[in-house]
């Protein structure tokens, strides 16, 4: 008994921290994965009646007569998340990856104040950046203005509230996540690795194609799953800049908590998002490991 | 004219004015959101010279009187807790070799990182309802004490990384005792990192906005809920002014974060 103790006071320092994430974060989970297999109650909550319902109602609607039909309303939401977190995605490594590579060239001094900038908005809030673009896309924001003003166009174009502005707000907030680990493969790159190439007659392009980007894929792959992760989940973009019309899986999510108050079906979803997380993060594991046993110098 | 062979031998074309493009397209969004809450009417768009009215206007509104202290509040004693709680577990994982599964624990404490918010959002809200829990901005502290502790973890377990552990052997072997040791060596040398996880961890809690706003209840209202609200309803000086307020919190705290990172 005493032999316990003594073996469980090493572990005091753990303790708190431990406890709060395992009460507050993986019980909540817990609770998530039984209330999806639960009736939803009256007034939200749910009723202790076990159900499917929540995830035959993912692809499934009763209709006027009672008969179950196929309905794709929600599988229509989960594709377009999955559509625009993929966008953003493309996004991300098309202004991301030019960014790092330009990054990991730069003398030592530069290079980290150029990270520190890169870090900078991360840390501001969220709904704030995510606002800053309503100022800049909405009908009489100041792309519209100018485009109007430099007499390129008559009517403003709409912007906001589109998909492509939902996709521009994901890239917006999530790009760090796709430069940070792209320099972080691109600045290990052994230099003498891209001279060999040039000497072997290869123009900077297929030294590109050949040589840089397959030692940085690591750090792609790395980078597209930290965009897409958030990205799917989304809420304050797809609501923001989507109007709230445009559903995403995020918002979805949201609305059953709320205003719907169907915590059953709200649970279900979360389930779907968290499997997908879990789909990712493993693929990202594989990733890292494939990544350590394979080319050192 | 540069010759090819004069420059870097990585360079590729385009790829430094991409590179200006990402840095404008980072920045511009919130140097107009600047610019504008300074703005003398009450366009976003149309700049019609300078005034502070917005910020006046901002600081007299009770609403946002009490929704900045309510922020303040609970990213105070987030912090206070998280970083306490992320400080034991760093030294404990680091320097205790009696602990078994420490990738575990570490994994663990990172959990809240890698988990859409909207579903640490949702569990929270399930979990308080479902134990009956209602302590008005309680609930929040709890929740944000529990996301804040990655954030504080990772500079704190990077700083006792680098710590040389033979000065703690020093001090062992100079007959001093664990919490001695603790006190007189670990502590002081960890300081600059505890410092630097506590910055993030308050403004990870001043920012939050969508666990907030699940676990909210009524009268328990945050700045960025507030915002949130003026936003829903339309564009307004007022808004940028606010925002302007928290962007140079969250700013001033970050480069204070980096500077203790980087301290000796």
């Known amino acids: 008994m005493s032999d316990l103790l003594e073996r469980l006071r090493h572990y005091i320092g753990v303790l708190p921290a431990t406890f709060m994430i395992v009460v507050f974060m993986l019980a909540p989970l817990t609770i998530i994965f039984v209330y999806s297999f639960l009736t939803p109650g009256d007034y939200g909550g749910v009723k202790f009646e076990f159900s499917t319902e929540a995830y035959t109602q993912l692809l499934f609607q009763k209709n006027l007569f009672d008969e179950v039909e196929f309905d794709t309303s929600y599988l229509t939401i989960a594709f377009r998340s999955i559509w625009v977190a993929t966008v953003a995605v493309l996004g991300s490594l098309a202004l991301g990856f030019p960014a790092a590579y330009y990054i990991a060239q730069q003398p030592e001094s530069r290079r980290n104040t150029l990270l520190l900038l890169i870090t900078i908005p991360f840390w501001t809030n969220l709904l704030i950046r995510t606002y800053c673009w309503i100022l800049v896309l909405r009908d009489t924001g100041l792309i519209n203005n100018l485009l109007i003003g430099l007499g390129l166009t008559d009517e403003p174009i709409t912007m906001l509230y589109t998909e492509g502005a939902i996709a521009l707000g994901l890239v917006y907030t999530y790009v760090p996540f796709m430069v940070l680990p792209i320099y972080a493969a691109l600045e290990r790159l052994d230099k003498r690795l891209i001279e060999a190439s040039r000497d072997l007659y290869a123009n900077r392009w297929t030294t590109l194609r050949h040589v840089t980007l397959p030692l940085a894929s690591p750090g792609i792959v790395a980078g597209a799953i930290l965009v897409f992760i958030p990205a799917l989940g989304a809420f304050i973009a797809p609501d923001l800049l989507g109007g709230g019309k445009k559903l995403m899986l995020g918002s979805l999510v949201q609305l059953q908590f709320s205003a719907a108050r169907d915590w059953p079906f709200g649970s279900a979803l979360t389930m779907v998002i968290m499997s997908v997380v879990l789909i990712c993060l493993l693929l990202f594991a594989v990733n890292q490991r494939r990544n350590e046993g394979g080319f050192q110098h | ?264």
Not at chain 2, 34 to 61: C, D, H, M, P
Not at chain 2, 75 to 100: C, D, P, Q, W, Y
Not at chain 2, 105 to 127: D, K, N, Q, R
């Open chain 2, 1 to 264: 004219m540069i010759r090819s062979s004069d420059r870097d031998i990585r360079w590729l074309p385009g790829f430094n004015w991409i590179t200006l493009c990402f840095f404008l397209f980072l920045y511009l969004p919130l140097i107009i959101l600047v610019i504008f809450s300074f703005n003398a009417t009450r366009s976003a768009t149309v700049w019609e010279g300078f005034s502070l009215q917005w910020y006046a206007k901002a600081f007299s509104n009770d609403d946002i009187q009490s929704a900045a202290k309510n922020s303040l509040i609970i990213a105070a004693v987030s912090t206070l807790f998280s970083t306490v709680f992320a400080t034991m577990a760093a030294i404990a994982l680091g320097r205790n070799r009696e602990i078994k599964h420490k990738t575990a624990f570490g994994g663990l404490l990172l959990l809240p990182l890698m988990i859409p918010e909207i579903v640490t959002a949702v569990a929270t809200l399930t979990f308080f309802t479902a134990i009956n829990l209602s302590w008005g901005i309680g609930n929040i502290i709890i929740a944000h004490t529990v996301f804040c502790i990655p954030f504080a973890y990772l500079p704190i377990q990077a700083r006792l990384r680098g710590l040389d552990a033979s000065l703690e052997t020093a001090a062992r072997d100079l007959y001093s005792d664990r919490k001695t040791t603790l006190r007189l060596i670990t502590l002081p040398l960890l300081a600059p990192g505890i410092f630097s996880g506590a910055m993030l961890a308050f403004i990870i809690s001043l920012d939050d906005f969508i666990i907030t706003m699940m676990v909210a209840e009524a009268g328990s209202t945050t700045l960025p809920i507030y915002i949130y609200g003026l936003v829903r309803t339309g564009v307004t000086p007022e808004v940028n002014a606010v925002s302007t307020v928290l962007l140079g919190i969250s700013v001033i705290a970050v480069l204070m974060s980096q500077w203790f990172a980087k301290k000796q």
